[in-house]
């Protein structure tokens, strides 16, 4: 694998996120060891910021495009949108469905959650880590993209802990807001309490 994936811009996307469409560029990249198509879509001019804001989103078709409210990753995805449109920052999507384990495997995850088991809890019971995601893909975007000093949007402290163990100077970690409903809030409860994500639940319920 090459030092760092290279680049190409793809195409110049006219975004409707609010009542006038904001420009962003998409970029490919090549080289990754998982072969899959990552793409970063940048906001604005990045690299004339210090520390730009990057959000490092996996791909959730149910909840990104579907709407579904068994996560939170549609809200945060668009929120990351909203913010972007109007401060500017990179967006890295990544192609790790259900935390890396695929569309139909996160389907049949839910149909295990449907039994009132958790969510990782059922990966496990699939035959997965908690967790499979590999965010190297995401490191080697930011290198390849020149960016070094980052202001991370996410509630995922393993997200920073990767990316400063990687080189990557993160300069502070923002949390998302809380998008909790009576369809995932034992799904956000289980991702506080085994993987220590920073999301004020008992604050958005109170």
Do not use: W
Not at 29 to 49: L, M, T, V
């Amino acid at each position: 694998m090459p030092a760092h994936p290279k680049t190409k811009v793809r195409a110049n996307v006219p975004v409707p996120l609010t009542e006038a469409a904001i420009q962003t560029r998409f970029v490919s990249f090549s080289g990754f060891n998982d072969d899959k198509e990552h793409i970063a879509i940048i906001y604005g001019q990045p690299n004339d910021q210090d520390a730009p804001l990057v959000r490092i989103h996996s791909e959730c078709l149910t909840g990104d495009v579907f709407g579904s409210q068994r996560c939170d990753c549609g809200d945060q995805l668009h929120e990351a949108q909203r913010i972007m449109a109007a401060e500017g920052g990179v967006l890295l999507y990544l192609r790790q469905e259900g935390r890396g384990i695929g569309l139909y495997n996160k389907l049949d995850a839910y149909a295990l959650q449907d039994q009132g088991i958790d969510t990782y809890k059922a990966n496990e019971m699939l035959g997965f880590d908690h967790d499979s995601r590999d965010f190297t893909p995401a490191i080697d975007m930011l290198k390849a993209l020149d960016l070094t000093r980052v202001r991370l949007l996410s509630n995922n402290p393993h997200k920073a802990d990767e990316l400063v163990a990687a080189g990557i100077d993160v300069t502070e970690r923002i949390e998302t807001g809380v998008y909790v409903n009576q369809f995932n809030a034992e799904y956000l409860k289980a991702k506080v309490e085994q993987q220590n994500h920073r999301i004020k639940l008992k604050d958005s319920q109170s």
